[in-house]
């Protein structure tokens, strides 16, 4: 099984079952590659394994079709693991801590985008998940489950919250989302 959760237009978490067992990744873009790191303590404590799950996630179709989908270049992803030479310890190979700068992260972000963008993007976001959980409510309809059921009701209240903040943000910029101001917040 492989799933997907987009954080940022430059981090996604990805989450995927080998051997019976699930494991987080995080795939984030640094200096024009993509950069997939695991989080798990076992994986990190034992290289060789984390070099056969990433292995073995590189094959996985759904996640080649994650790429796809998120135009992402398979000679663009690159491992914090070495996959050539695993006994090469992850820290010392790649750490993640090492490629990033919070602050300097913060102001390219103020620097390239207005905040109309930044409203719109958010904006975008809530719609996906307020489709996310409409599907969900869709199959517990099918699966004979309704207004009654307190599952139900609570995912149906999920939605309602979503959309209150997509109408929020549509307030915010005006209900067009117009990104026609260039100006930098």
């Known amino acids: 099984m492989f799933q997907y959760q987009i954080i940022s237009p430059t981090a996604i978490n990805l989450k995927y079952e ?6 987080t990744f995080n795939l984030f873009r640094k200096d024009e590659v993509w950069i997939l790191h695991p989080f798990d303590g ?29 135009n992402i270049l398979f000679s663009n992803l690159r491992s914090s693991v070495d996959l050539d030479h695993p006994n090469i310890p992850i ?41 996310f959980y409409k599907d969900i409510l869709q199959r517990m309809f099918m699966d004979d489950l309704g207004p009654s059921d307190r599952e139900f009701q609570k995912v149906q209240e999920i939605v309602r919250i979503y959309e209150d903040a997509a109408d929020r943000l549509s307030r915010l910029n005006g209900t067009d989302l117009n990104l026609g101001d260039r100006r930098r917040w």
């Open 18 to 23: 080998y051997g019976g067992e699930y494991f």
């Open 42 to 70: 076992i994986l990190l404590g034992n290289q060789a394994m984390c070099v056969l799950v990433v292995q073995d996630l590189f094959t996985n179709k759904a996640f080649q079709v994650m790429l796809a989908k998120e």
């Open 91 to 131: 820290a010392a190979s790649n750490d993640r801590e090492s490629y990033e700068d919070p602050d300097d992260d913060l102001m390219a972000f103020v620097q390239q985008h207005t905040i109309e963008e930044v409203i719109a993007y958010e904006h975008d976001l809530v719609k996906q998940r307020i489709a």
